[in-house]
């Protein structure tokens, strides 16, 4: 209140002057002994020292009175420097993303207050501070998503100040496993079908849903990393596997700072050679068997003597209708028997 309203006493009727200084700030007649109030002409914010004096019927002018100290302060500074605390920034400090689902919020004040955290109209935590400076509060618990946080303070003198700046924090506390693993059709010698190649470093490749540092596994064993700037594709060249199954998948850490479950996983076959045939030998009682065998069989017929026997029997078949040009068929003919 700029214009404050003093109040005293006086042993006697008279006439009430209030100062500060040499100026008066207002005047009241005091009918008789007793209490007065005079409301003062407004006052700048700061410090005030007031007195007063009184007149009474005769004339007689008092000196000043003792001394009041009136500190006027119509505003309260906003809040400034609305943060992430770095404790409560997972991932990269750089930014104002996190997992931290009850971040902590750090501010400047530049008088003692009461500071108070919100989300559009929601509270969503307090503190004192004692004396201009910084300050912190722990939010209370965030959904995943966007907060645009902002600040007030309240000051001794009651004076509550606009909203401060808005600080957006993003919480995000969930990461997808990568998916689609695949041996890449470069890296796949043969057919490129199955997951058997003879390329002992093949380029491996999946999708994410998000941003991240993807990490290709066996087992425990990282074998190439990745970042992804995007959800996407991605790919990474293993490290060099030896001949055998290996049995791969992935995980990928996301700007947050979550990391996946592992990815389902995908079957790889290194084979990087075929075996030189050994051991070979002649199968003699085989061959022996087959040329006994051919000694007694009738002569094979050619394609062709086949092709003009069956065209022998169809003239043979149609006979009643069809003179028989080429005469009975002889054994020993040169269409074989
Ligand atoms: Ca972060
Ligand atoms: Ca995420
Ligand atoms: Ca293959």
Excluded: C, F
């Amino acid at each position: 209140m700029s214009a404050p309203v003093i109040t005293g006493s006086v042993a006697e009727a008279g006439v009430v002057v209030l100062y500060e200084g040499a100026t008066a700030l207002g005047t009241v007649t005091a009918a008789a002994a007793g209490a007065w109030s005079i409301t003062a002409a407004s006052l700048s914010n700061g410090v005030h020292t007031l007195s007063a004096t009184v007149t009474d019927a005769a004339g007689n002018t008092s000196s000043a009175s003792t001394a009041l100290t009136v500190t006027i302060d119509t505003g309260a500074s906003t809040p400034t420097a609305l943060a992430l605390a770095a404790a409560s920034n997972s991932g990269s400090t750089a930014d104002t993303l996190t997992n931290v689902t009850a971040p902590v919020i750090t501010g400047s004040v530049t008088e003692a207050g009461v500071v108070v955290l919100y989300e559009g109209a929601t509270a969503l935590g307090t503190v004192t501070a004692a004396a201009a400076g910084a300050w912190s509060i722990t939010a209370a618990s965030l959904s995943d998503g966007a907060h645009t946080l902002s600040a007030t303070v309240t000051d001794a003198a009651g004076n509550t100040s606009s909203v401060s700046s808005a600080l957006t924090v993003t919480i995000d506390t969930g990461v997808n496993a990568p998916s689609g693993l695949a041996l890449t059709a470069g890296s796949n010698s043969g057919s490129t079908a199955d997951t058997l190649t003879n390329v002992t470093a093949p380029v491996i490749s999946g999708t994410v849903a998000e941003a991240g540092v993807i990490v290709l596994y066996e087992g425990a064993t990282a074998l190439g990393t990745v970042t992804a700037a995007a959800a996407g594709a991605w790919s990474i060249t293993a490290a060099s596997l030896s001949n055998g199954v290996h049995t791969l998948s992935a995980t990928v850490t996301d700007a947050a700072g979550n990391t996946s479950s592992a990815s389902t996983a995908l079957t790889v076959t290194i084979d990087t050679g075929a075996s030189t045939p050994t051991a070979l030998a002649l199968a003699r009682g085989r061959v022996g068997r087959r040329q006994v065998t051919t000694a007694h069989a009738k002569p094979k017929r050619t394609r062709m003597q086949q092709a003009s026997h069956a065209l022998d029997n169809r003239h043979h078949t149609a006979g009643s209708q069809q003179p028989n040009t080429r005469g009975v068929e002889q054994p020993g003919s040169s269409s074989g028997s």
